[in-house]
């Protein structure tokens, strides 16, 4: 069992930035891959970003690419996702996840965090 909690999120304006932390209990956090995706209001959850254990395989939606950036530090049981250029698009609650294998979609992973809220205004 993996227990995980976001952190980090909040108000900000268009072309500012956020920093988000998960961090991670229960089993080894190292051998999960990691992911984050976003639910806005009337909308399905949509994959972000995701991390491979050994933090050298990264992939990234398109909407982000080149904006957000995932890294984890495997001491610390934690993973980041570093939001920067922030649009309104991007308001959303963002939830963090743990899986046996880096992907794309959200039923390949197997923990979830709550959630946590982040508001862009224009």
């Known amino acids: 069992q993996v227990q995980l909690v976001e952190s980090g999120g909040g108000l900000v304006q268009a072309g500012g930035s956020l920093r988000l932390s998960c961090a991670a209990s229960?089993?080894?956090?190292?051998?999960?891959?990691m992911g984050w995706f976003r639910q806005a209001p009337g909308k399905e959850r949509e994959f972000v970003a995701t991390?491979?254990?050994?933090?050298?395989?990264?992939y990234y939606a398109d909407s982000v690419k080149g904006r957000f950036t995932i890294s984890r530090d495997n001491g610390k049981n934690t993973v980041y996702l570093q939001m920067n250029s922030l649009k309104a698009e991007d308001t959303a609650v963002y939830y963090c996840?743990?899986?046996?294998?880096?992907?794309?979609?959200?039923?390949?992973?197997?923990?979830w965090g709550q959630g946590t809220q982040v508001t862009v205004s224009s």
């Open positions: 991390i491979q254990w050994s933090n050298l395989d990264t």
């Open positions: 229960g089993r080894t956090f190292s051998s999960y891959a």
């Open positions: 996840a743990a899986g046996s294998v880096k992907a794309t979609t959200a039923p390949r992973y197997d923990y």
